[in-house]
T-cell receptor, first 109, second 115 residues
Framework: DAKTTQPNSMESNEEEPVHLPCNHS???????IHWYRQLPSQGPEYVIH???SNVNNRMASLAIAEDRKSSTLILHRATLRDAAVYYC??????????FGKGTRLHILP | TAGITQAPTSQILAAGRSMTLRCTQD?????MYWYRQDLGLGLRLIHY???????GKGEVPDGYSVSRANTDDFPLTLASAVPSQTSVYFC??????????????FGDGTRLSIL
């Protein structure tokens, strides 16, 4: 079964870039990679998604490895409000949605 | 804008009782989803509906039922609650369920404790 693997936690200094990794070695060719984040006591919030090419939006960038077995969410300049749990998710062709356990990101002022 | 509204915010329920968690969206999205979130396990999909009138089973459907009588509402029912169903439940929606590029929009959750 497809699954994702993320580090349990990471730390970064405020105003510095953050690279959040995700491994999805069993991904198949048509599975989409999504990233969400969850602040305390809130529901998850969509961040970005991609299939094969790197993607940029106002919140973040997504770098997808050429073999698609891993991806990295990049926050270009972390702020204290970016402290959250970040989830790497696969959306599979059979309607399955696989959430990883997430990475808790701590931002140091 | 309201987006996804879940009710109640929290509930304590005796084991064996039934409970319906309500979810309403005002975005006219075709697809809706129910997840549970447990410590250390992330979010797991319970049931989903790609369009009004249809439903499907997710990763952990046992003990739960859903219905999708119209586009806006997607209630989740626990017919006979058990303590292992203690969790935080999130409802979500997306414009087109079978378009895997679509982002999902989440509610703020219902915290349910079964005693």
């Amino acid at each position: 079964d497809a699954k994702t693997t993320q580090p349990n936690s990471m730390e970064s200094n405020e105003e510095e870039p953050v690279h959040l990794p995700c491994n999805h070695s069993t991904i198949s060719g048509t599975d989409y990679i999504h990233w969400y984040r969850q602040l305390p006591s809130q529901g998850p919030e969509y961040v970005i998604h991609g299939l094969t090419s790197n993607v940029n939006n106002r919140m973040a960038s997504l770098a997808i490895a050429e073999d698609r077995k891993s991806s990295t969410l990049i926050l270009h300049r972390a702020t204290l409000r970016d402290a959250a749990v970040y989830y790497c998710i696969l959306r599979l062709r059979d309607d399955k949605i696989i959430f990883g356990k997430g990475t808790r990101l701590h931002i140091l002022p | 804008t309201a987006g996804i509204t879940q009710a109640p915010t929290s509930q304590i329920l005796a084991a064996g009782r039934s409970m319906t968690l309500r979810c309403t969206q005002d975005m006219r999205h075709n697809a809706m989803y129910w997840y549970r979130q447990d410590l250390g396990l992330g979010l797991r999909l319970i049931h989903y509906s790609n369009t009004a009138g249809t439903t499907g089973k997710g990763e952990v459907p046992d003990g739960y039922s859903v219905s999708r009588a119209n586009t806006d509402d997607f209630p989740l029912t626990l017919a006979s609650a058990v303590p292992s169903q203690t969790s935080v439940y999130f409802c979500a929606s997306s414009e087109f369920g079978q378009d895997r590029a679509q982002p999902q929009h989440f509610g703020d959750g219902t915290r349910l404790s079964i005693l």
